[in-house]
């Protein structure tokens, strides 16, 4: 009881925290987490980014790395997808669909961000049965999920991830990163204030005022170590290089009235079509049941389902730039069976392999990234949602 009521104190919490204040505790914590994220989207943006780019530095680099690099990258992308959430409401950016169809974009894009871990994580706890139980567990979920956008909501071609990452730039009003801008008026100015107040030290120590220092070498100029506020005031900025732009970036055009358009009607050809990519996994599955991995006839069964469902699309002239761009990704996907067993391992294994090590041998400093994407590929390439969830 010691122990525990001193862990508690550690904490900060009561001895006995009933189920009401855990909650009013975690929507608390949302909150001020909602603030920070609608009050500074460049910030979060640079977080996300950071947290993304650890995911590729971890994959392949030691023993197991797969499934720390997995959850690390599925966990950035569901920050995304959250902190977009609060960014649109904050910003009060309307959408076109309705609460539920949105709900239902949601979750397929959730499923989507989380397959890949989700595959390998079940490999791991309950081997090759329960990952490709898991598999088909996912792939039915995607299937309904698609097949309900396309017939129920009469959604068209639904994009891969159905909820793309927002443009910040781009999708952000002005007025929105102004009131950002404005909160931070105060801070900015206190900033100003402290670059004045180290030149002022500086000269009352009769020392040059050095507020900024050039590298010999690289030629790039930084602030000086006496010329650097608190850690809680800090930015990327030089004394005298503040802008007072809402985002400090250019503004870019806006894609939410892409977003935002509807999407083109599905009748005939093109419904057949829409309706094989959706059942595409589940005939490869199934045809894969059957006949075995070893077969070429899943293989050849899937190529020419995605084959026969662009063809069924016909022109695209009066589709969509959104709708454009995904069948343009479908067609650049069809690459993805020359990494697909059978394929693969008969045919293309070995002159993959040769390039790159040729490539790692002539380019200098290649080799850093080649070696360890050498000994990756056998991994991406025996995953079922890096070749054939696309």
Known sequence: MAAEREGNFLLGLP??????????????LFERYRKFVSSNPDITSQLE?????????????????????????????????LNDGILRKAAKLKTAVSL?????????????????FAEIGAARLWGE?????????????????RGLLLFKYQAGIVR????????????????????????????????????????????????????????????????????TPPLSMRDWKLPGMRSDSPSGRTKTVSSLEHQNLPPT???????????????????????????GRSSWKPWLLSFLTDVSSLALMGDTKDLNLLEKAELKRRSLVLLFYILRSPFYDKYAQAKIILFLRLLASTVPGVGLIIEPLIGYLPNWQRTYFYNWGT
């Not at 392949?60 to 959850?71: D, I």
């Not at 039915?140 to 999920?145: D, E, Q, R, T, Y």
């Not at 009607?265 to 049941?289: I, K, M, N, Q, T």
Request: glycine share 4%; net charge positive.
């Open 129 to 145: 049965l329960g990952r490709w139980i898991v598999i088909a567990a996912i792939q039915l979920a995607k299937v309904a999920l």
């Open 265 to 291: 009607p599905l009748g005939g050809l093109r419904l057949a079509g829409e309706a094989l990519h959706v059942f595409r996994p589940l005939v490869y599955l199934s045809s894969l049941a059957v006949c």
């Open 100 to 116: 539920s169809q949105r709900r239902i974009m949601t979750l397929l894009t959730v499923l989507e961000y989380v397959e890949v």
């Open 49 to 81: 980014s950071s947290f993304r780019v650890v995911s590729y530095f971890i994959a392949g680099r030691f023993q197991n790395s797969s499934e720390l690099a997995e959850l690390v990258y599925s966990a950035s992308n569901l920050i995304v997808l």
């Open 15 to 28: 001895s006995k925290l009933s189920p009401d204040m855990a909650r009013e505790k975690l929507l608390e």
């Open 160 to 227: 891969t991830p159905p909820i793309t990452p927002l443009d910040r730039d781009a999708d952000l009003p002005d007025a929105f990163l102004k009131s950002c801008k404005d909160k931070k008026s105060s801070e900015a100015l206190e900033m100003e204030d402290l670059d004045q107040v180290f030149v002022k030290k500086a000269e009352e120590q009769g020392r040059l005022p050095q507020v900024t220092f050039m590298g010999t070498r690289s030629g790039r100029k930084v602030r000086s170590l006496t010329a």
